[in-house]
């Protein structure tokens, strides 16, 4: 058993790739709930009420719960490529870029439309973003060779 799971490891050196996978796979359940409930994007997008919402916020429907979890998706699709072929700029480079568009949905959600938070449900998306973008940048020369 151990074999088989260890052979879905990125093959490439270090945690970075590894990292990708896990996020990766962890945004694919996110995704999946997106479109099974409006419970946890309601987390997110309820800038009034306590933690959890008290009610479903107005402005998360299911059109907008599912277009999350289609946005989510993508970037899934393409940190999971990432991770198997991080020496690859192009790819290296789209993975970098999901989070730096996650990191733009969720600031302008928060500062410019209100439409979140800061707290738990948020905190998660936004240091996942910044913490990745981060490790990445300062990884680069070490996964893509020039």
Known sequence: MAAVLSSWIPPAEGLLPKWLLFVS????????????TLTY????????????????????????????GTWTFLTCVIRFYAAYHIN???F???????????FAHFGSEWWIFGTTRWGKPL???VI?????LVWMFSQWGYYVKA
């Open 25 to 36: 796979l962890v945004s694919t359940l996110n995704s999946i709930q997106a479109y099974s």
């Open 41 to 68: 994007t309601s987390r997110v997008y309820n800038p009034t009420s306590t933690d959890p919402p008290l009610k479903q916020p107005a402005h998360v429907t299911w059109l907008s719960s599912r277009t999350f």
């Open 88 to 90: 690859e700029p192009a």
């Open 92 to 102: 290296y480079q789209l993975a970098m870029w999901t989070y730096v568009v996650a």
């Open 123 to 125: 905190a998660g998306p």
């Open 128 to 132: 996942v973003s910044i913490g990745s």
